[in-house]
């Protein structure tokens, strides 16, 4: 008889997993915990399809998209809207003296404590009305402005989070069973491990594919010849979780605009990929579309610049190291 796995709470796990010395620990603790609480009420606002059209239609109110304009000029959906509330609220109402907590979907909120906070609160929002996966994204900022911890919660089928700390992810799976006495928890499931394909494994590149460079559309040919299949999905979190998964590459590339949020998508869930040996460049700059930089290269993210944070955007290439070196090569 096989041995009966340990389920162990993610508040078990953190407590047992970070290290006492570890700086300001327990006030990290508690931001984890409050956010990934606050996505349990999300996940039952997404799967009770609790979207924009429906509202619009059973209330006989204005198209959100008349009504409401995010910092981006992009329209905002009302999941966008409700959720950021949401998780907002949450920290707001708990013990957590934040740094600043800054969503894309309002200006950051200021605080006096030593973390700061991005939220991406529905990635992949325009997918929830047409039954898609998406997700909900957490960076997480010392006082000096580096990332030191980030995750993500995955709505589908079933509900994780995967999160990177202290030199490991680890992947969490909401308990939802009837037979329970207690609320919904995040369980332990799994640490991660990247697999690193030169061939297989799976591609998710966004952009305009006939506004890409040479080099992009090279590479993307490259790919193709070491039988990386297509898998865009429109949802940043889900495939980045697909990545992990199966091997592979995502990429947004400028076409000709660079259109992700660097601090609210990119370098979170970047975090968690070079955590698992992998790579996330930077592509393209306004001189130079293939132009490319490292991670590290990327300004803190303070209180003294976080203000600027809804303009810096960038095109990028995230995923495991072969398939990266790739576009390396390509020309």
């Not at 006989?60 to 329209?75: A, P």
């Not at 609160?121 to 997480?140: A, L």
């Not at 995750?151 to 700390?165: C, E, H, P, R, S």
């Amino acid at each position: 008889m096989s041995e009966r796995k340990e389920f162990i709470k993610l508040s078990k796990w953190l407590d047992n997993d970070i290290p006492h010395s570890y700086s300001d620990r327990e006030e990290l603790i508690e931001i984890i915990e409050t956010i990934a609480e606050a996505t349990i009420p999300i996940r039952g606002l997404l799967e009770r399809g609790i979207t924009s059209r429906e509202i619009e239609q059973r209330m006989d109110i204005e198209k959100v998209e008349q009504k409401t304009i995010n910092l981006y000029g992009e329209s905002q959906i009302h999941e966008d809207i409700l959720t950021h509330s949401i998780i907002l609220k949450a920290l707001q109402e708990s013990d957590v003296n934040f740094l600043f907590i800054a969503s894309e979907e309002a200006e950051p909120v200021l605080g006096s404590g030593k973390f700061g906070i991005t939220i991406d609160p529905v990635d992949g929002s325009s997918n929830v009305i047409v039954n898609r996966t998406v997700g909900t994204i957490v960076g997480i900022y010392n006082e000096i402005g580096i990332i030191i911890c980030s995750f993500y919660v995955l709505y589908g089928i079933y509900t994780n989070l995967v999160l990177a700390l202290n030199g490991k992810v680890a992947e969490f799976i909401l308990d939802t069973s009837p037979y329970s006495m207690t609320f919904y928890h995040y369980i332990y499931q799994e640490l991660k491990e990247l697999p690193n394909n030169a061939k297989g494994g799976i591609r998710c590149l966004g952009g305009d594919s006939t506004k890409w460079s040479n080099k992009c559309k090279a590479y993307e040919q490259k790919l193709i010849n070491h039988n990386f299949k297509d898998r865009y999905s429109g949802s940043f979190v889900g495939d980045i979780h697909a990545i992990i998964t199966y091997g592979g590459i995502y990429s947004y590339f400028p076409s000709p605009k660079a259109k992700i949020r660097l601090y609210y998508e990119w370098l979170p869930l970047a975090y968690i990929i070079t955590t698992l040996k992998g790579i996330f460049l930077i592509i393209g700059s306004p001189e130079n579309t293939d132009e490319v930089k490292s991670m590290e290269l990327i300004a803190p993210l303070t209180v003294d610049n976080v203000n600027e944070i809804h303009t810096r955007t960038s095109g990028g290439l995230i995923g495991s190291e072969k398939p990266v070196n790739l576009f390396l090569s390509a020309t």
